[in-house]
């Protein structure tokens, strides 16, 4: 069973980036499709990026198309989300998702098996 922890959360100024990592540890990434999820107060938890097992297919919710790119470092055994362009309604808290499955495209939170416990991540206007 992999145990996933983000870090990299943080305060930042709308337009700015922000990097979050997750760390894998009892399993490596490359045998999982990995994604990355944001959860609002009050709102129910969203999808925002995905990248398939082999690490040669992402996939990207359209509102963070174009500003967020997911990537994997297999050497550290982590999976990135590179932030930019950043506005305060990313304001979340960011998680990282296992898929079982390790298919490219999975958006259904329900289809990840393992979660990690979420970085904050704020963006001031």
């Known amino acids: 069973q992999v145990q996933l922890v983000e870090s990299g959360g943080g305060l930042v100024q709308a337009g700015g980036s922000l990097r979050v990592s997750c760390a894998a540890s009892?399993?490596?990434?490359?045998?999982?499709?990995m994604g990355w999820f944001r959860q609002a107060p009050g709102e129910e938890r969203e999808f925002r990026a995905t990248?398939?097992?082999?690490?040669?297919?992402?996939y990207y919710a359209e509102s963070v198309k174009g500003r967020f790119t997911i990537s994997r470092d297999d050497t550290k055994n982590t999976v990135e989300l590179q932030m930019n362009s950043l506005k305060p309604e990313d304001t979340a808290v960011y998680y990282c998702?296992?898929?079982?499955?390790?298919?490219?495209?999975?958006?259904?939170?329900?289809?990840?098996?393992?979660w990690g416990q979420g970085t904050q991540v704020t963006v001031s206007s």
């Open positions: 998702a296992a898929s079982r499955l390790g298919a490219g495209g999975i958006t259904r939170a329900t289809k990840y098996h393992y």
């Open positions: 009892g399993g490596l990434v490359s045998t999982y499709a």
């Open positions: 990248i398939n097992w082999t690490g040669d297919s992402t």
